[in-house]
């Protein structure tokens, strides 16, 4: 044809522009924008999801999400909820776990969920925008010295003050993130560097430059002699209890803890957050000690001559009256952070290493035995002080749902809790068959955890069945992300145990303060099933005992998120319990002290 029409003309001159532009980028000044170098970076660490939510000084950082591929991005409707979804995301697959915020109040927004993920020692990396460089220190706009605030609840954080220091950051950051005791990490970047421009060649040459952190080496392997003598020691006692903490969910030594507990028929009490350790089934298992441990577990602290603890940290949940805590016994304390050796209660034997590795050696150093009458002994408090509840046919027991949800998924479910009685509850009555599948908020008991950590599981494990755990009074503190579910189409099962109170709160009131109930009634709250529906989800009340199991069953496997509204007993206490400041054996039941 000889002659073109004007628009065809016009597309060629376009698409010319465009190939030079390409070939140009390509062999000779391919420059990319400091947000780009973090999303380039982040995807080079693995990252496939961010939780996060935009404002003024992360909108360069979201204008290169807009097309970037390999990494989805989840819009949450708090930051509080992206940081706990980072949390739960990262408990559950062990990776890091990746939030972002604007400056100012959407960076302090984050911050309930970074000191949650570090009192519970999960692998963080906190992303936060911040004023251009020339402003710091100006009270500008959003300007908020995050940096500062989160200092005591950071392994470490940053502010980055070159665009070519960018690269290096955030691969030291995933780095101390993820190694030794794991905890979070937060890097602040101003504005002006993410929109700043540097050569692509020179992003490869500084991301690969290696690590090099002189005064960061976590140590790994546990002290050759320390786990001789502390073979010496389990093979001589006679009364040995472990004491299976979060370090080895964390370490992922789950399988090497039950090959060693089956070589030397050792019993095992879980604290909270070391529930899934072992199989709570397991003839072996004690279940959870402390406050609201069994009975078994509690007596057998006491009673014990040899406490192997693992990756726990004597938290006063665990112990209650610190110097009355396991007082015949001797203690082997293994774990990574050196820092906590000795902090709460001074072991005989300490060994700073991963639990992984040190079980590994352990293994092989220690006796075989058989089952013997301190095995039987502690079978005989477990049958003597099972966990029970009054079970009743016209209302419907909180302890009976989790039975009920621990029976329907066979323990197999991912489970997520809120915090107050129903986490407790959870804690007894669901049976953990497997590591990795609980995420609950144990250092700080952080209401409002439960629904967003959720929803980060899930997106973690899209192929696990997960079911947050929650209370009517923290369901209120992060119901947003009800939003959330609904907009992603994330099939997390909401289960409220919806007891009208704020019933943690109301058990110390009852127990100790002569059922003086200050501020606890919940009684005027929302219809959480009208809330659900509000947000585009199915929502299901259940009233009656013999509803429980049909609806349950019916709608706790499929593959939509739905909310429950599960109307049970008001006035239900959670025991057995060791009153606050008293030794860990003294314990309340139902009728008083056991
Ligand atoms: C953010 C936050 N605020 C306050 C508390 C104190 N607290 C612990 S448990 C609890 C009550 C929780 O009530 P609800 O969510 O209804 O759960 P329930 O105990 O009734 O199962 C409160 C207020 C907390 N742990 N976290
Ligand atoms: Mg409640």
Not at 44 to 53: A, K, L, P
Not at 54 to 59: F, M, Q
Not at 232 to 257: D, H, M, T, Y
Not at 372 to 380: A, G, I, L, R
Request: hydrophobic share 40%; charged share 25%; with cysteine.
């Amino acid at each position: 044809m000889l002659f073109m029409g004007k628009d065809t003309k016009l597309k060629g001159v376009i698409s010319l522009a465009f190939l030079i532009d390409g070939v140009r980028r390509k062999y000779f000044m391919n420059t990319i924008t400091g947000a780009r170098v973090l999303l380039e970076t982040l995807k080079r660490e693995g990252v496939t999801d961010i939780f996060g939510y935009p404002g003024g000084k992360v909108i360069p950082i979201y204008n290169e999400l807009y097309d970037f591929k390999g990494i989805h991005h989840i819009l949450t409707r708090h930051e509080q909820g992206a940081s706990h979804a980072a949390d739960g995301y990262a408990r559950v697959t062990g990776k890091v776990g990746v939030c972002l915020a604007t400056s100012g109040p959407g960076a302090t927004n984050l911050i309930t969920g970074i000191m949650t993920a570090y009192m519970d020692s999960v692998p963080m990396v906190a992303i936060t925008g911040q004023v251009s460089t020339d402003q710091i220190g100006k009270d500008a706009f959003q300007e908020s010295d995050i940096t500062g605030i989160t200092m005591p609840v950071t392994k470490h954080n940053y502010l980055v003050k070159n665009l070519r220091d960018l690269p290096r950051i955030i691969k030291e950051a995933f780095y101390i993130a993820k190694t030794g005791r794991p905890g979070p990490v937060l890097i602040d970047i101003p504005s002006d560097i993410q929109g700043q421009k540097m050569d692509f060649n020179e992003f490869d040459r500084l991301y690969n430059q290696e690590l090099k952190l002189e005064s960061y080496s976590p140590n790994y392997e546990g002290h050759p002699k320390q786990i001789k003598m502390a073979a010496k020691l389990i093979n001589c006692a006679k009364r040995p209890l472990i004491l299976a903490g979060a370090g080895v969910i964390k370490s992922r030594a789950s399988s090497e803890l039950i090959e060693f507990v089956e070589k030397t028929n050792i019993p095992v009490a879980m604290t909270l957050l070391g529930l899934g350790s072992i199989p709570s089934t397991h003839e072996l298992s004690l279940g959870m000690l402390g406050m609201h441990g069994t009975v078994a577990s509690n007596y057998a602290v006491y009673e014990a001559d040899l406490l192997i603890a693992v990756g726990m940290r004597f938290d006063d949940r665990v112990t209650g009256k610190l110097q009355e805590f396991a007082p015949n016994s001797k203690i082997i304390h293994i774990d990574i952070d050196p820092a906590e050796i000795g902090k709460n209660k001074k072991p005989d034997v300490p060994i700073v290493g991963d639990v992984k590795e040190v079980f590994k050696k352990l293994i092989e150093k220690v006796r075989e035995k058989e089952k013997d009458e301190w095995v039987e002994q502690v079978t005989q408090w477990k049958n003597e002080y099972p966990m029970t509840y009054e079970k009743s046919d016209v209302e419907i027991k909180p302890q009976q749902v989790i039975e009920k949800i621990s029976e329907i998924t066979g323990g197999n479910a991912i489970i997520v809790t809120d915090v107050g009685q129903h986490q407790m509850w959870t804690a007894q009555y669901y049976n953990f068959n497997r590591p990795e599948t609980f995420c609950s908020s144990g250092g700080a008991g952080t209401m409002g955890y439960g629904l967003p950590a959720a929803l980060g599981a899930k997106v973690g494990k899209p192929e696990e069945t997960v079911i947050a755990v929650v209370g009517d009074g923290g369901i209120q503190m992060t119901s947003q992300e009800l939003m959330t579910l609904a907009h992603f189409n994330i099939p997390v099962k909401v289960v409220i145990l919806n007891n009208s109170y704020l019933g943690m709160v109301r058990q110390w009131q009852e127990l100790f303060f002569d059922n003086r109930y200050s501020s606890v009634d919940l009684e005027i709250s929302p219809d959480f099933v009208k809330l659900a529906e509000a947000y585009k989800l199915k929502g299901v009340r259940i009233e009656k005992p013999e509803d429980l199991d049909r609806l349950l069953r019916e709608n706790l496997t499929t593959n939509e998120p739905v909310l429950f509204d599960i109307k049970v007993s008001k006035e239900e206490n959670v025991l057995p319990m060791v009153p606050l400041g008293k030794a860990s054996h003294v314990m309340i039941g139902k009728k008083g002290e056991l």
